[in-house]
């Protein structure tokens, strides 16, 4: 039993991140989604559920980068700023934009709600930031 869920949870975390494409966008399909999700916070309740992230450069004169994590193309989180952090910088790089995103994309398609990002997890990913 052990066994089959330590491979479930690596197939879902493997189709979580898998490279970004072309344009910055990664995705997870809520077939494997929905099968981790506890019963008390559904991610949805369409097996069609499907959620994306996008980076982008900052604007209105914000630094840096940020991303957006889409549900059905809807925007769910619009993070234009470092998480955890106090202030209101951006990523400043698109790397570290989609390396947190990634992550928080994660949290949310497997129903880790919220999906907080804490200090120790900038700095496992590498993250450049300053307090």
Do not use: W
Not at 95 to 106: H, I, Q, R, T
Request: proline residues 5%; charged residues 15%; negative net charge.
């Amino acid at each position: 039993m052990r066994i089959s869920f330590a491979i479930l949870i690596g197939i879902a975390f493997a189709s979580c991140t898998n490279p970004l494409s072309e344009n910055g966008h990664t995705s997870c399909s809520d077939s494997i989604v929905a099968s981790k999700v506890p019963e008390a916070t559904p991610v949805s309740d369409s097996s069609s559920s499907h959620f994306s992230m996008h980076t982008f450069k900052n604007a209105d004169g914000l630094e840096g980068y940020g991303f957006d994590i889409y549900q059905k193309g809807a925007m769910m989180i619009h993070q234009n700023s470092i998480p955890a952090i106090q202030g209101n910088k951006g990523f400043s790089t698109e790397e570290d934009a989609k390396a947190v995103g990634a992550l928080m994309l994660y949290r949310v398609s497997n129903g880790i709600m919220p999906p907080s990002i804490s200090i120790e997890d900038l700095d496992s990913l590498g993250v450049k930031y300053s307090l």
